[in-house]
Structures are given as C-alpha cells and as structure tokens.
C-alpha cells in the first residue's frame, strides 16, 4: 500500500491522460475523467461485481451512440483514488495501476467489452 495526497494522485491522473495515444484522445467523445475516494454503493451494484473497484465507466459507448445522441450530460470515468493505493506497492505502481485502469475505463467508452479489454491485456 502507498498513500499520496489527493492532490498528487489528481496529477498522477493528469499525466496519465495527457500521455495517452493521440488517437485514443481524438476518439474520446462527451466523457470526463473524475476521482473519487471509493465507489459509492449505487457505483458498485452498477458494475455488477463483487471485490474491489479501481475505476468505473458511466456512460453510452461510443459504438452505442446513434443520431439521436445529442444534449446528453457527458459520460463519466471514475478513478478510485483508495482502492488504487491500496493495491500499489511504491509509486511507479501506482502510475502504472492509473495508466492501466484510464485505459480499461476508455476501452469501455470506445464499446469494448469486459471479454475484449482482457484479450486486449487489460
């Protein structure tokens, strides 16, 4: 386990997204990325699976989104500032648990099943 200041852990978020792919970046559409301390209990029963939760996607896939899309609150991808630390051995793990949870949170954003993010590595 590792403890950062909430602060820390939001540049440590900012950089993440910041060294993603351009491609990646281009494709996102209407979604914002937010921190949180730990999933809220209507969070939990949303993703629909027991254990911890390092990140979650709110949302309608972009593969989803058809013309009637338009003038909708964007799309949310919450990071778990806690359960991340509780997890991470030193700080480089924590970065690399951040940079691994954005990327499986924006796979589901792009219409990846949970099925092709672990085919995928994630």
């Given at each position: 386990m590792i403890a950062v200041?909430?602060?820390?852990?939001d540049e440590l978020v900012d950089?993440?997204?910041a060294e993603l792919p351009a491609w990646v970046s281009e494709r996102m559409d209407n979604v914002m990325v937010t921190v949180a301390a730990?999933?809220?209990e209507a969070q939990r029963q949303s993703a629909g699976r027991e254990g911890l939760l390092l990140g979650l996607y709110e949302g309608v896939p972009l593969s989803?989104?058809?013309g009637r899309?338009?003038?909708?609150?964007?799309d949310?991808?919450?990071v778990f500032r806690q359960a991340l630390q509780w997890l991470a051995a030193d700080e480089d793990d924590l970065v690399r648990l951040i940079?691994?949870?954005?990327?499986?949170e924006?796979?589901?954003h792009l219409g990846m099943s949970e099925a092709e993010l672990r085919d995928a590595g994630l």
């Open positions: 200041s909430a602060e820390h852990f950089q993440a997204l730990w999933p809220t989803r989104r058809g899309y338009h003038l909708v609150a964007p949310r991808i919450t940079q691994r949870t954005i990327a499986h924006i796979g589901h």
